[in-house]
């Protein structure tokens, strides 16, 4: 059972999601602290290049199955028009203004 966006814990991820979801590139943006980084997988990756292939140019959509560690853990069902759908797991860094520093994705 999916979780719905809108109970999700922590305003930042739960902003995040949504962005995501709603293939808004400009609010996904202003969520990022300056500098922000990604890994996918455990490797590194530029952020703006990932984020255009595997979320916005592909559809990229996430339904969230649970959360953890005050909602800063996710496991989702990923899913774009490139790879279908997986199982993910998803961890964030948030800063105190609420930004996201990093995040880190990859199969569950």
Wanted: aromatic content about 8%.
């Amino acid at each position: 059972m999916t979780i719905q966006v809108a109970k999700l814990s922590d305003p930042a991820v739960r902003a995040f999601v949504t962005a995501v979801n709603a293939h808004d590139r400009a609010a996904f943006q202003a969520l990022l602290a300056p500098g922000a980084t990604m890994s996918d997988d455990g490797s590194d990756k530029d952020l703006d290049e990932w984020t255009d292939r595997e979320i916005f140019s592909s559809h990229g959509h996430m339904d969230v199955d649970n959360e953890s560690k005050g909602g800063r853990a996710l496991i989702a069902h990923y899913s774009n028009d490139t790879w279908g759908e997986m199982k993910t797991k998803w961890s964030f860094i948030v800063d105190d203004g609420g930004k996201i520093i990093r995040f880190e994705t990859g199969q569950a």
